[in-house]
């Protein structure tokens, strides 16, 4: 295990990425074949190796434009969210609590982009002004589901802190609540202001 | 009866002297009391005009400028409290909370019971994830002030969304709304919500 991370190491180091990501894989496989035998420094070295390989799902996810014709590009867009969710969801089943909630920030993540893109996908050709506004219309119905999801998942990610849990990722979740939630989560606390007394 | 005649001269004469000289060291102690006060009040004047030009800078959101002023006050006289709070203001609009938390220490230091340092130190703490430690603040400004509406507000916040102890948060925002003159709408809503996500979990 502690060979098969050093080697990605070195490789992440030696600008090989293929290389570095076959002994990333390497040390989840030992992981997953350990089952309940696995010490947590080997679930760590797993959580942190998934934790790349989701992030690299995550990054396909994202370069696939909703061009015309939308269905064909939904199909492929929906293909890859969930692989990208998948990775994400072994990222979080290791336990490791700063990769689990790397992997549910980014989870909910997906669901609030895929839901904007939605909203900003090419629109088709020769609809007039009263077609076009139904268009948009049954696209905002499609992104509700999305958006519920995203706050689903950013709310668990976010009652963590509940746990005393607080770290990048969970404050991204209460960032990302505010503007999806912002009647339950844009709340300002009150801030002293400047003080004029010397004294 | 000569005798008698020069004792008498002799104790005038002691006494002249000694009203003389008692006048003397009063006027003296007088001059020297003008000569110390000048300086003292010429040096508070300029530390007023220089806290002002600080405190300008920090409402016109110049905080590194205002940082330089209010760092020198508070080097030459760290027992002066506006420079200091004034610092950590600056550093939370910096997000620099360590420096922000050593400042309002040192407040606290100076006046224990300063409710501005407290709430300070209470958001600084929940700004780091130390929950406990921001509503142990809140809980020493309600022993100063028992309706202090910024922590009954923070504090309610803090319970509501970062505790996920609703029921308590609610009181709190309640207590809050009491308090106002007029109601509140945010508050309202967030009552209204509060309430009803209380009744989903029950």
Redesign the interface.
Not at chain 1, 187 to 199: A, F, P, Y
């Given at each position: 295990m502690e060979a098969a991370n050093r080697l990605a190491e070195l490789y992440e180091l030696s600008g090989k990425p293929l290389k570095r990501r076959f002994w990333l894989a390497k040390q989840m496989k030992t992981v997953d074949a350990a089952g309940d035998s696995a010490d947590d420094r080997m679930r760590y070295l797993a959580a942190s190796a998934s934790s790349v390989l989701a992030n690299d799902a995550f990054i396909q996810y994202k370069r696939i434009k909703l061009s015309l014709p939308l269905n064909e590009a939904m199909s492929k867009k929906t293909k890859a969210l969930e692989k990208a969710m998948n990775a994400f969801q072994l990222t979080a089943s290791y336990g490791v609590s700063q990769y689990s909630t790397e992997a549910g920030y980014r989870m909910a993540d997906i669901y609030a982009q895929l839901s904007k893109d939605l909203m900003a996908s090419d629109r088709p050709d020769g609809l007039n002004e009263l077609e076009l506004e139904q268009y948009d219309i049954l696209l905002e119905e499609q992104t509700f589901p999305f958006e519920d999801s995203a706050i689903d998942i950013h709310e668990q990610n976010?009652?963590r802190?509940?746990n005393?849990i607080?770290?990048k990722w969970v404050k991204n979740s209460?960032k990302s609540l505010r503007k999806l939630l912002p009647?339950?989560?844009a709340?300002?606390?009150?801030?002293?202001?400047?003080?004029?007394?010397?004294? | 009866m000569n005798l008698i005649n020069m004792r008498h001269k002799a104790h005038l004469f002691l006494v002249l002297i000694s009203t003389v000289l008692i006048s003397a060291c009063a006027n003296n102690q007088k001059g020297e009391q003008t000569e110390q006060a000048l300086p003292q009040s010429l040096e508070s004047s300029q530390l007023a005009q220089k806290f002002k030009q600080g405190v300008e800078l920090v409402e016109q959101s110049r905080f590194d400028e205002a940082k330089i002023i209010l760092d020198k006050l508070h080097q030459t006289h760290p027992q002066i409290l506006g420079p200091m709070l004034n610092l950590g203001h600056i550093s939370i609009k910096q997000q620099d909370f360590e420096a922000g938390k050593a400042y309002y220490l040192k407040s606290l230091q100076l006046k224990p019971k300063h409710i501005g340092a407290l709430i300070s130190l209470a958001y600084i703490a929940r700004e780091e994830g130390r929950f406990d430690e921001a509503e142990n603040y809140y809980r020493q400004v309600f022993e100063i002030e028992p309706n202090n509406l910024m922590a009954l507000k923070n504090l309610g916040i803090l319970l509501d969304l970062y505790r996920g102890r609703l029921r308590d948060a609610l009181v709190l925002y309640e207590q809050y709304q009491l308090l106002q003159k007029q109601p509140d709408t945010q508050i309202k809503d967030w009552i209204f919500d509060i309430k009803s996500r209380i009744e989903v979990e029950s």
């Open positions: 976010a009652s802190s509940w005393g607080y770290d209460f009647g339950r989560y709340k300002d606390e009150l801030l002293m202001g400047v003080s004029h007394e010397l004294n | -």
